[in-house]
């Protein structure tokens, strides 16, 4: 899609400022390529320089993680903090251990979550962190030394009121733990808000552990309302078959959907009678297998190392993923087999072509700042109960996001029907949570 000369001009300024990051650079122009009737309507945000100052991360922290492995080798790691705009709250935003995380991945994280915060209505900016750290075959003692390096560095950075780290790809419960655990010693304070995405027994909240996949899946369910539509009975496919996917999974069920696939890097399974949630939980969450052992038990599903997971015939396809993780053959391959509706539990998963093939193919497309909200709503929700110094249970705390998800997705698509694109998911999630985000930079002026 072509830009405006004003959004282009902002837009050439960011590539060149932020050379080789292509991901940033694929984030901030899906956002700007909302915004031409934004800026024509309100051209104050142009005047008050608003596009680039939301563009250009408050703090950029970066830092040397070294750890000892279990044969006392030393290994030297990247650690990230981007802290990208606080208008709104205190940063907040999760932490991703992988390989491939270099400051392009953690600025796009950066920057999508200034919206999603945003359009969760709650009180929170925006921010990103992580490691190059690869987590996988380290022993539960590797981890944790690696968490307890990482957060020596952190802690100096963080606050319950300053900035709250949560997990992403590679950090769960587990690392969530250690990092609270080093916070506490090095500070000497049980100061509980400065970390989400912890255990209960910590003061963790009830359902963020499902939070991010469920909402994924509330989403959805109010896209097919619409339509007089349900999950009940309809073929879904999940990639990934980490936090977000296995949770997916589980409400898909609930509501009577049947998952046919799943993934993970090394391929993808599928069976056609459904996907067994329980198993799945045992063999990711408790054991930490792979997706193939699935097979080993469950003699009518198949693993597939050499394959695309798209290629499933499905109406419903949850990317739960990575980013970049649906391009255009896989978008082509969903629509030729009756894909009716994508929803993005993972941030950023479909590329930029294959996003404009679903629209123009008339396939219903959520995009993951609003559809995977959840998650981050829910740590919000955690930030409250330690503010108040309180546990609710697991059935209030679903219901408050239930509620949030309904009220997110009645919000992207009422702002798409205002400014004039009816059913455009991408326009009403960009234009609603830039608003917010824009009027609260206004109101505390040029800092
Ligand atoms: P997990 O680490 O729990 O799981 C990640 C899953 O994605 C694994 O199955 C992993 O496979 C797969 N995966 C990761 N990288 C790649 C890759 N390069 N190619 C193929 N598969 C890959 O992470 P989460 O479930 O927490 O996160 C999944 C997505 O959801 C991410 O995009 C994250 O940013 C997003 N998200 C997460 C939230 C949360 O609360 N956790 C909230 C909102 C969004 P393998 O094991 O083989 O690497
Ligand atoms: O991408 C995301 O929204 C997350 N990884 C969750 C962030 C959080 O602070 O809970």
Redesign the pocket.
């Known amino acids: 899609m072509e830009l405006s000369s004003t959004l282009q001009e902002e837009f050439d300024i960011v590539v060149r400022r932020n050379p080789g990051e292509a991901e940033f650079h694929q984030a901030v122009r899906e956002v700007l390529e909302s915004l031409a009737p934004v800026i024509d309507k309100h051209p104050e945000y142009v005047e008050s320089g608003i596009i680039p100052r939301v563009c250009e991360p408050n703090r950029q922290i970066i830092f040397k993680v070294n750890w000892q492995d279990d044969r006392g080798r030393v290994h030297t790691n990247r650690g990230f903090r981007v802290q990208f705009n606080s208008a709104l709250g205190p940063y907040?935003?999760?932490l991703r251990f992988h390989p491939s995380v270099y400051l392009g991945i953690i600025k796009f994280?950066g920057f999508e979550?200034i919206f999603?915060n945003a359009l969760t209505g709650m009180p929170i900016g925006g921010g990103k962190g992580g490691s190059d750290f690869d987590p996988k075959g380290r022993s539960d003692n590797e981890i944790m030394r690696f968490c307890q390096s990482f957060m020596t560095e952190l802690s100096g950075h963080i606050g319950a009121d300053v900035d709250?780290?949560?997990?992403?790809i590679g950090v769960g419960g587990r690392e969530i733990g250690y990092l609270f655990g080093q916070y506490k010693k090095l500070t000497g304070r049980y100061e509980s808000g400065v970390l989400?995405?912890k255990a209960i027994g910590i003061g963790g909240s009830r359902a963020r552990t499902e939070a991010?996949g469920y909402g994924t899946v509330y989403f959805a369910n109010e896209m097919l309302k619409l339509s007089g539509e349900s999950f009940d009975g309809k073929k879904v496919v999940v990639s990934g078959s980490g936090n977000v996917a296995t949770y997916a999974v589980e409400k898909v069920n609930q509501l009577g959907g049947t998952v046919v696939a799943m993934s993970d890097s090394a391929g993808y399974i599928v069976d056609e009678s459904g996907l067994d949630f329980e198993q799945i939980r045992e063999l990711k969450e408790v054991r930490r297998g792979r997706i193939s052992e699935y097979v080993d038990a469950n003699p009518s599903a198949r693993f597939i190392a050499d394959g695309s997971i798209w290629d499933v015939p499905c109406a419903i396809a949850l990317p739960c993923a990575t980013q970049n993780e649906l391009n255009i053959g896989g978008a082509r391959a969903l629509i030729k087999n009756g894909c009716t509706l994508v929803a993005e539990g993972a941030?950023m998963p479909s590329t930029p072509d294959a996003i404009r093939a679903f629209t123009s193919n008339g396939v219903r497309f959520a995009p993951g700042k609003a559809a995977?909200?959840g998650?981050?709503a829910?740590?919000a929700l955690e930030m409250q109960q330690n503010a108040s110094r309180d546990s609710w249970s697991f059935d209030h705390t679903e219901a408050r996001l239930h509620e949030i998800m309904v009220g997110i997705h009645a919000r992207c698509y009422e702002t798409a029907e205002e400014y004039g694109t009816p059913g455009d998911y991408v326009m009403g999630a960009n234009i609603a949570s830039f608003l917010r985000v824009a009027d609260a930079m206004m109101a505390l002026g040029v800092i």
């Open positions: 907040k935003g999760g994280l979550q999603k709250v780290p949560a997990g992403d989400t995405g991010t941030n995977n909200a998650g981050v829910t740590s």
